[in-house]
């Protein structure tokens, strides 16, 4: 067969030629810049984009279809996503070796003349419209039309053999000329892939409008309201001042990755951009790799643009824009008197390293920014632009807390005064853009050593009944900010991040300080490239160890001195020696004793319920049941949800929903999080070795958490205590598919899009702007 794989090679591109030349000859060549001219008008049955046809393709398409994971780089979450098409290249790649140009919607191309320069294909007809040359010219309907043809079965799992959902499974991106082959060979591969398909009236809908050439116009104008707050805020960020420039600028390095909105239109989501011209202009968009790369122009304009998009929850990021917050950032950053003698530079060993880029700003300023809505901040790391953050997310426990130094505590105090002499070991890998190798983490070592010794004698040096670590020396938030505690938790390759401290007993937990916060920021956000090279993404895994590692020795101060090692011993149990010697000795790291006065033999149970009590006043309200109209019965079943440990919990996939139906027709939505134990997370490869599943916790959680949803359940109030009991029961594969037959709703069940539709209903109800659409290509076949 081997010898003759270049003939059938032949054969099949032949066949394709074919077909092309038999479309062309019908239908004419194509033109790819029939799209860019808007609006695309059609005849007036068809149905209306706006109100008919994005909320089928909300529902039904961008669950599998958005960002950079989207299945052939097809994202259907806008207009210019659709007529932008598809590409064979694949966006995540551990084995490149050299970064590949990006292909950012939005950002990398106009028009979709450019885009089809950029090696993307149409899935809509771009020869001429009539509704049979849409039919058959077109991907998208062709798909669809494939899976109201062959819907598959309506219960049990679907045969592995002929559906792929793993993460790295193989792409099939079909043009339209190859078509008829792949419908043959493959039929059962309709859209949607491997669920349910379309109702009779979605399909119609779809149908007619992709028939009559997929018409569309621009969203309405903003409202009179909304243009004045974008205006207020516009004028806020481009003051001519070097004082004003030099603040927007760091805000802007921060808030890219944000959807940003005003309460006048709070479903309307803008985001900050930089742009060549000023208010009051048309946006001209500077497309760089970095934020902070250099825009080629002399004065930027920092714009804020409204977002067509839909929302989707792996990379949602809402953060509201009004007088309070404008306030604010007033006060830290224009209100001080201090000097900004000229704006700094955009070459890549200034731009990527904030301490040097942003010395002039006062410290005390950008870390208050960062605190403020430090779950945003944080968030950014877990999901950004990126949307998958594997690379970051191996190197961390699938449940910790976080917890702030205080702004105004002395440590802050004396690692701000020592800023200027640590600046050049604190050196990000970013600086060395597209060209890092997979040693160069070595060199940053060397740095991050030199640091940690500088941070470790000025702590020892100064550490007095004035300042020993204690959790009266944490921030509270204020009294009123309920970011002053988080806690994050790993799904495998995404996270999610809380307000508040939840779970009894985390995993581990990091304590972090201006520095380590934003050097987070720069190395997986601002200086993470998608696009980036081998070396790139494993000098950023690596690095982001030593991050950790120092976050988590910062909290390991404020336990007794006898305490820390067998504490941090127990963290990284089978691992490697460490290459800083401070991550493998806690009393190198800080030789000092601890400020709290312990009074259990359980040390870190104690400290634990201080964490809690210090931050009780800000607790999110979320987090608690009763204030959320759970009654007393349910509660008792969640915490029973919440005792389940070892092989049950471990049985069950790592992030579930639970739909709860009540008599009256409510549905209630919990998240049941399976918190994955590993002996340590400080090792590259091999983590599946590391695995403890005797150790593996569950938390059931209000409301949605997650973007990926591995499982949904559902069940009737009154069978809440069955449920349960089944889960504590669980044991082994087949314990879970007999779960699944009970109570679960597998992806061939013809309740999956109506069931779809409640949660994300429920989700948009109980929190209006931080839900947005689940992606369901993690969601499980068994």
Known sequence: MRKFAPLLFLFLAACATVVSLRLDDRFGLPDPARFDRFPVLANASAPDYWKEVRPILDQRCVSCHACYDAPCQLNLSSYAGLTRGANTDVVYSSIRLLADPPTRLGIDAATTVQWRQMGFFPVLNERVSTPEANRVGGVLHRLLEMKRLNPGPASGPLPDDAFDFSLDRAQMCVRAEGLD??????????????????SGSEHQTLSRWLEAGAPYQPPAVLPANVQLRLADWERFLNGDSLKEQLMARYIYEHWYIGHLYFDEMPRQFFELVRSRTPAGQPIDLIATRRPYDDPGVER????????????????HMPLKLDAARMARLRGWFLAADYPVGDLPGYAPEVAANPFVTFRALPVDARYRFMLDDAQFTLMGFMKGPVCRGQVALNVINDHFWV??????????????????????????????????????????ARLENQYLEAKSAVLAKFASKDYLPAPDKLWNGDGQNPNAALTV????????????????????????????FERMHYLLVAGFDVYGNLGHQVATRLYMDFLRMEGEQNFLTLLPLKDRQAVLDHWYRGRSEPHIRQFADAAAFFPKESGMRYRSQDHLGELYAELRARVEPVRERNLDWSANGWSGREVAQFQRLNQVRGIPASVLPENSLLSIRYPDGRLRLISLVRNSAHSNVAELFGESARRLPQEDTLLALNGVVGAYPNAFYTVDVAELANFTDAIARLGSEDDLIALTDRFGVRRTDPRFWPLSDAIHAEWRRSAAQESAILDYSRFENR
Request: glycine share 6%; net charge positive.
């Open 489 to 516: 938790f790993r799904h495998f390759d995404s996270a999610s991040v809380l307000r508040g401290l939840v779970g009894e007993r985390p995993q581990t937990t990091l304590l972090l300080g201006y520095p380590l």
């Open 181 to 198: 082959d792949y419908a043959l060979r493959h039929p059962a591969r309709g859209m949607p892939f491997g669920l349910p398909p379309l």
């Open 300 to 315: 930027v304009y920092y714009r804020l643009q409204r977002m067509e998009a839909s929302s989707v929850a792996k990379k």
């Open 403 to 444: 917890v702030f130094v205080a702004p105004d505590s002395k440590e802050t105090k004396l690692m701000n005064a020592m800023l200027d002499a640590a600046m050049p070991n604190l050196r990000l890998p970013a600086e060395r853009e597209g060209s890092i190798g997979p040693l160069t983490w070595r060199q940053y």
